[in-house]
């Protein structure tokens, strides 16, 4: 039901229920490579895991999770900069592969996300259930993978409408089963081919495929739970999200989550001293090369507007 607000219609947060298929897919593609992630450590012990299938997890590993930082987060989510249009798509192919979910329904879910940080309407917040220790621990499993069981589908329309206006955009959405194939199927192939042989296709198929998606799932996954629970916050915003270093090198950059929900559209979230965002370095190096532009860098000016409004407990936007 469509509500109104100060006279003007509002649009429904959901815009319907996912399909059984859909829910069986996530199941599938949520599941499947956590299991192979399970198995990998007795599975390594005296099999199959050569320095090929380590080169080629890695490579993947930053591919599909750069297309997520980059591609899904900084670029369509929040405008951080501007784009060439073959750059543009390139993100959305390289997202697409972390098997993470659509462009558009990622993009959809992250703006509802801000637009509730914390609060009832958060896709997965773990502070919804309150703040004793049992109800942390269902907070905790809702916001890292629990919420992605729940059927109910962000409003694209009400949240990502300019991206449903992207015809490239939009191309890509549709063909996101391909890129999910792609992104098993390719290390496979390079994998059997570079080693001459359909053990080396199993075994990069496995660690370069099932193992490194499951990884870059929890690493996200991550950032919406570990993130939103404990670390540092020197900056001040209207929700709890935290900086947790430990994860700064695996998530490039994503970790330095206190910064991101004080200024969302800042293309850097690592601003401090020695806090490495490998994603920002990447859109740097963008600019260079004239690919990027308009880039919402952390200017002095920036970052003194958020320490005023912490100083004066205010919130900046979230």
């Given at each position: 039901m469509t509500t109104t607000t100060?006279?003007?219609?509002?649009?429904?947060?959901?815009?319907?229920?996912r399909s059984t298929a859909r829910q069986v897919?996530?199941?599938?593609?949520?599941?499947?490579?956590?299991l192979a992630l399970l198995a990998a450590v007795?599975?390594?012990?005296?099999?199959?895991?050569?320095?090929?299938?380590?080169?080629?997890?890695?490579v993947f590993f930053h591919l599909s999770g750069l297309g997520v930082t980059i591609g899904y987060h900084r670029h369509f989510t929040h405008g951080s900069?501007?784009?060439?249009?073959?750059?543009?798509?390139?993100?959305?192919?390289?997202?697409?592969?972390a098997v993470q979910g659509s462009p558009i329904t990622w993009v959809a879910d992250h703006r509802r996300h801000h637009a509730f940080a914390d609060r009832d309407g958060?896709?997965?917040s773990p502070w919804l259930f309150g703040t004793s220790p049992w109800a942390l621990a269902k907070g905790f499993w809702h916001a890292h993978m629990g919420w992605l069981f729940e059927r109910d589908s962000t409003n694209k329309q009400r949240f990502a409408p300019d991206l449903l206006a992207d015809r490239d955009i939009v191309?890509?959405?549709?063909?996101?089963?391909?890129?999910?194939?792609?992104?098993?199927?390719?290390?496979?192939v390079l994998g059997g081919l570079l080693s001459w042989s359909w053990w080396g296709a199993l075994t990069a198929f496995f660690w370069a495929g099932l193992v490194r998606v499951a990884v870059l799932h929890h690493v996200t996954w991550s950032t919406n739970s570990i993130c939103h629970m404990?670390?540092?916050?020197?900056?001040?915003?209207?929700?709890?999200?935290?900086n947790f270093w430990p994860l700064a090198l695996l998530s490039f950059g994503e970790s330095w989550h206190n910064l991101h929900h004080a200024d969302p559209t800042c293309a850097r979230h690592g601003v401090q001293r020695g806090q490495l965002d490998t994603s920002a370095r990447l859109i740097w190096i963008f600019e260079r090369l004239g690919w990027a532009w308009n880039v919402r860098w952390p200017t002095p000016q920036r970052l003194a507007r958020i320490a005023a409004d912490r100083s004066v407990g205010g919130g900046a936007h979230g």
């Amino acid at each position: 039901m469509t509500t109104t607000t100060l006279g003007r219609a509002v649009p429904p947060l959901f815009d319907g229920r996912r399909s059984t298929a859909r829910q069986v897919g996530v199941y599938v593609f949520v599941l499947g490579p956590f299991l192979a992630l399970l198995a990998a450590v007795p599975l390594a012990w005296g099999w199959g895991l050569s320095w090929l299938d380590v080169v080629l997890a890695v490579v993947f590993f930053h591919l599909s999770g750069l297309g997520v930082t980059i591609g899904y987060h900084r670029h369509f989510t929040h405008g951080s900069f501007k784009a060439k249009r073959w750059l543009r798509v390139g993100l959305a192919i390289a997202g697409s592969m972390a098997v993470q979910g659509s462009p558009i329904t990622w993009v959809a879910d992250h703006r509802r996300h801000h637009a509730f940080a914390d609060r009832d309407g958060d896709p997965h917040s773990p502070w919804l259930f309150g703040t004793s220790p049992w109800a942390l621990a269902k907070g905790f499993w809702h916001a890292h993978m629990g919420w992605l069981f729940e059927r109910d589908s962000t409003n694209k329309q009400r949240f990502a409408p300019d991206l449903l206006a992207d015809r490239d955009i939009v191309a890509v959405d549709r063909q996101f089963p391909l890129w999910m194939a792609v992104t098993f199927l390719l290390p496979a192939v390079l994998g059997g081919l570079l080693s001459w042989s359909w053990w080396g296709a199993l075994t990069a198929f496995f660690w370069a495929g099932l193992v490194r998606v499951a990884v870059l799932h929890h690493v996200t996954w991550s950032t919406n739970s570990i993130c939103h629970m404990i670390g540092e916050r020197p900056f001040r915003s209207r929700d709890k999200a935290a900086n947790f270093w430990p994860l700064a090198l695996l998530s490039f950059g994503e970790s330095w989550h206190n910064l991101h929900h004080a200024d969302p559209t800042c293309a850097r979230h690592g601003v401090q001293r020695g806090q490495l965002d490998t994603s920002a370095r990447l859109i740097w190096i963008f600019e260079r090369l004239g690919w990027a532009w308009n880039v919402r860098w952390p200017t002095p000016q920036r970052l003194a507007r958020i320490a005023a409004d912490r100083s004066v407990g205010g919130g900046a936007h979230g």
